[in-house]
């Protein structure tokens, strides 16, 4: 018999007692999860489909200069006013990479000054609430659904009589604006989704200091596939009067910058490397792993340190002495220089709130290791040349040091994907080095099986078909394959095709010693065999010689239908020394990677590991590197993390 003394017991169906307690507090966290999904499944039908996406690009031109005036009209309609944009104190990042992590430092600095801090940025890895950050955390489901259906239903409303509704990226934009303003907050760190000019964040009128990451190409359909072209849609966030840093770039790329700086009327400076600062005797400490970061890392110091002084001296436009203390007014380029030089910022001391923010920063998904049993998960979102480069550097420093303390065989696999108009066997070549036993790709999708879609809601994508990202799937596959065959026959890869000369020469056998072995590879049976049969790879693929030799630029290294050394399978000479596979989803890729040692990743489905040679089968330690696009290592976090695993 069950004693209730204070009756707050009810009794269930089955005849067990459940306290109506539990049962509201359950009630409520259903009510929570539901308003969330709901949310979410509403964001995702703003989202434009495939074809419209095409369109899209086809006449960008025509279109661009539309998009900064129809967000002006969203934000009113959801009854935000220019005004009510600047009162937010905005630090405005543009940039190809690095955008996010010195976001993320930026925030973290200025955290530590005590300020309360809104960061808008993007994708998303795992849920979309990840994207509107309140003091470095992410709306709680909750809060993300009230103000998801504030700024909905106001622009729904205002539908008929004002136009239609915006995109999701411009959405999400104008609902950052008003959590920000809900949340009271002393600062947005407001990243730029892409490029910059007409970027949806740039309706931004009066921020108080902008920055400019690395740059790269990257969204070559849309921004251009000029480094110059590029650097135009990057310095597009410039404002008048508004101070601007950069991070060291490539001459023509500064050339731009300073040009349009100079046409705006935006003072602007380069930073100084960290090594260069004041560190006050300190050991400056990184929360993000990289070579990179520290690049990043001192473009932050530099955004926070401005942003600071204006906020203190509240820096008025006429007070020109207080303007050259701070390199501020002097910096504005003369017109008719044509030098790119970019005058460097001023030494500055680095505080302790500024070395706290560096060390306490963490930003999931860049340089990132999960460390389990017998396994580790490596994951970098890189997708651009120079990020993969700095992520094959990365992975081969810190894999190489957990090897060694590793007593027997160690199998490293790379599950991979791109996306878009990049080119793969860019992103492909760097990593061959690292030489993997195991290849896995896999489109952007979560799940296979239908019944688990729910799971992964906030990964939708329906700008793409799911037919094209497996073709892309089959296009990677052969690509890796060639442009790894053609390196190990010996010929060698300039690294970094925009204004580098670094060459890596491919070494035969992999890093951990072994012999190679000569694999045969196969498809993976999920994959439709009409899809594999109607994608004509074998015949359109083709890889310019100049991906070997290091003398094309990054923008044209797949050709078709064109003369090529690996047209023909014959001229592949040897089998390669691993084994390749392509999956319908990110779950069966991991599935087949991890060979049973993650919990967090078992089905009813068993595991068949028929298809890997029984040498590479139950090692010592298994390390896995996802890479090549966010969106996949977000769908890896998802799985296999126990943070975002719930």
């Not at 501020?328 to 500024?354: L, N, R, W, Y």
Request: hydrophobic content about 35%.
């Amino acid at each position: 018999m069950v004693e209730d003394p204070g009756g707050m017991l009810k009794l269930t169906g089955d005849g067990e007692t459940t306290s109506p307690v539990t049962d509201s507090r359950l009630e409520n966290k259903m009510d929570t999860q539901s308003g969330f999904k709901e949310a979410v499944k509403m964001l995702n039908t703003l989202q434009s489909n495939a074809q419209t996406i095409q369109k899209i690009r086809k006449e960008r031109d025509s279109l661009a200069n539309l998009n900064i005036p129809n967000m002006v009209k969203y934000a009113e309609r959801a009854g935000i006013s220019l005004d009510d944009i600047d009162s937010l104190n905005v630090i405005h990042v543009s940039g190809t990479k690095g955008k996010g992590s010195t976001c993320a430092f930026t925030e973290s600095i200025l955290r530590q000054y005590g300020y309360n801090t809104g960061f808008f940025s993007s994708p998303h890895l795992v849920e979309v609430r990840e994207r509107f950050r309140i003091n470095g955390t992410p709306l709680s489901r909750e809060k993300f659904a009230h103000y998801f259906w504030d700024v909905y239903h106001k622009l729904e409303a205002s539908k008929q009589h004002n136009g239609a509704m915006p995109a999701y990226f411009a959405f999400c934009t104008i609902m950052a604006f008003h959590v920000f303003l809900q949340e009271k907050i002393d600062v947005a760190i407001v990243e730029v989704g892409i490029g910059g000019q007409y970027d949806s964040t740039n309706l931004i009128q009066k921020p108080v200091v902008c920055g400019v990451t690395s740059l790269g190409l990257d969204h070559t359909s849309i921004l251009g596939n000029t480094i110059e072209q590029i650097a135009w849609h990057k310095a597009g966030i410039f404002k008048p009067g508004v101070p601007a840093f950069t991070v060291p770039q490539v001459s023509p790329a500064l050339q731009v910058i300073k040009d349009r700086a100079q046409e705006i009327g935006c003072p602007i400076h380069k930073i100084l490397p960290m090594q260069d600062l004041d560190i006050q005797g300190r050991t400056l400490e990184l929360g993000i792993a990289g070579t990179m970061q520290k690049v990043n890392a001192a473009l932050a110091m530099q955004l926070s340190k401005t942003w600071l002084e204006k906020r203190r001296d509240n820096l008025r436009k006429e007070d020109k002495e207080l303007g050259v203390k701070n390199g501020i007014h002097s910096a504005v380029p003369e017109a008719g220089d044509s030098s790119p030089f970019i005058q460097e910022c001023e030494k500055f001391a680095v505080t302790e709130e500024m070395s706290q923010g560096l060390a306490r920063c963490s930003w999931a998904g860049r340089n990132q290791c999960i460390k389990k049993h017998r396994l580790t998960y490596y994951l970098d979102g890189a997708h651009t040349l120079e990020s993969i480069q700095q992520c094959v550097e990365w992975f081969q420093a810190v894999s190489a040091q957990e090897a060694e303390k590793i007593r027997g065989k160690v199998v490293k696999v790379i599950i991979f994907n791109t996306t878009g108009d990049r080119d793969p066997s860019v992103l492909i070549a760097p990593l061959t080095d690292c030489q993997f036993d195991l290849v896995a790709f896999c489109p952007n999708i979560a799940f296979s099986d239908r019944n688990t879609l729910g799971k992964s809601r906030d990964l939708t994508n329906n700008t793409v078909t799911t037919e094209s990202q497996h073709s892309r799937c089959l296009l990677n596959k052969e690509c890796w394959t060639k442009v790894y065959m053609l390196r190990r026959e010996g010929e060698t890869l300039l690294d970094n095709v925009t204004n580098h000369t670094s060459k890596r020469t491919l070494h035969n056998g992999d890093s951990n010693g072994h012999e190679p072995n000569k694999r045969l590879r196969t498809d993976h049976g999920d994959i439709s065999q009409s899809e594999n049969q109607n994608s004509g790879l074998s015949n359109d693929v083709s890889i310019d010689q100049s991906v070997i030799n290091g003398e094309s630029d990054a923008a044209k290294i797949l050709k078709s239908n064109e003369q090529s050394n690996c047209d023909s399978p014959s001229k592949l000479t040897n089998e390669p020394d691993f084994i390749a596979e392509v999956f319908p989803s990110i779950y069966d890729a991991v599935k087949w990677a991890v060979q049973g040692r993650d919990p967090l990743v078992e089905d009813d489905q068993k595991l068949d590991l028929n298809e890997i040679p029984k040498d590479l089968r139950d090692p010592a330690h298994i390390q896995i590197l996802i890479t090549g696009s966010l969106h996949l290592v977000g769908g890896v976090l998802r799985a296999v993390g126990p943070e975002y695993n719930s």
